[in-house]
Structure formats: structure tokens, C-alpha cells
């Protein structure tokens, strides 16, 4: 029988034999939120999880043990557009914290937490703080920045941030069918000041609603998205986080 990866498709015993050989599980967190005109909005979280997924099936046993992806996350700077649903950055740094502690008492010493959303990620670093101060747990944190290399290479559009080149091509990777191709819109971004730009690493940073960067709820080109690209960032990004989960399961034989 093939190795079980998933926390929620193990029973109690298995867990509890599994905790004994590897002292790592992964969380995926998403959020659910618009995603442009085109996307859907669980982008996120399915990209998370699959990511995760792909990425522990690359590797040897005894294989890291993957929890339930967290669904929500903090995305009130989304709520201008239909089918965000936000959750508050105290409400998800209490899960992951409650979360964190429940798996260190069954004998996972290290959480490794992937977020799909940009906008999660002050809030994991605050969690992981908490959960080091209060438990001794190891966190480690990484999100689709790791795909970067690739994105430098393959991406053209400027300020690609959200449902852009990027995300569309690793959608219509994996989910073609859910890209709606008659939405997909053009171009159109209107930052206060080029200086603010996400693409010339601005200067000085603001805090921003989607809504009032662009009409579209997108950032980036989605018209320049291919499902080639797609592939070749998946499976980049996918080898890499195979990569950084070895190393810190690698780590607990010091
Ligand atoms: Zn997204």
C-alpha cells in the first residue's frame, strides 16, 4: 500500500507509528478570495495544497505528514470585489498557533507552513514567534516566492502580483477548465506613484486595496499567461520545495 501523506486519511494508530520515524508535518494555508474576472477564488488554497502535495510525493520515506490546508486567510484588502471572505490576522495566528500546539503534543517538533497568499505572511511570522516562545517548535515558513528564479526568466508583465502572468499560467496548468478565457482581462494598473511600484522595489511601501490599484482585482498581465509557463514553474517550484522540506527533515538527525 502506498505511503499515506495526509493527516486527515491516517487513523490514530499510523500517526502515532509515523511521529516516531519523522518529526516534520506541513501545513498549507490559502485564502479565499477574488481572483480577477477569470480565476477562481480558491486559488489559492489549491495551489498551496498542491504544491505541498506534489512536492512530499518526491520524496523518500518515511514521508512528512500533510495537515488540512487552512481555507482562509487574511485578505481584507480583496473585500472590494465579490467573493472575498477575510478572515482577521489575530483569527488565523490563533489557528495556526492552536494548531501548532495540538501536533507538537502527538510528536511533530517542526511545522513547515506554505502560504499561497502574499497576505499571510506577517501573520505566519508573528504565529511562528508565539509558537517558538510558547512551545520550543521549529517553524519554517515559505511561500511562491520560491518559484522567483522562474518568474524572472518566464514572466514578462511589470507589478505581476496578483492574478497576473503568474498566477494564470500555473492555473491553467493544473486547472484549465476553471479559467474563464472570455474574462480574462486586459492590462490596467494605476498606482499613486511610480515610485510605489511593486515592480521597481519601491521605495517606500503602503498599505493597499486591490480596488483602488486597478478596477479589474488584477495585477500583472494575465493576457501574456500560458500553460506552459505554468508547467515550468510547477515543476520548478515544486523540486525546490521538495528540496527545503528534505533539509529540515534532515535537520532532526543532528
Ligand atoms: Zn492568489
Redesign the pocket.
Known sequence: MEEKIRWGEMNRWELEQRAKLVKTTILPIG?L?Q?GPHLPLD??SF?AEYIVEEAVKRLDSPKPVILPTIPYGVSDHHMGFPGTVTIDPKTLEDIIINIGRSVIQHGFIKLFILT??GGNEATIKTAARRLKKETGMDVYMDSFDLMDPEKKELIESENDM??GEF?TSLVLAVREKLVDERTVPKKEMNFPDSKLEFEHEPEFSFAWNTHELTRTGVLGDPTKASKEKGEKLWDAGIERLKMRIKTVIDLERN
Open positions: 485564502s478570495e481572483h486559488t489559492d495551489d499561497g497568499h496578483h492574478a498566477e
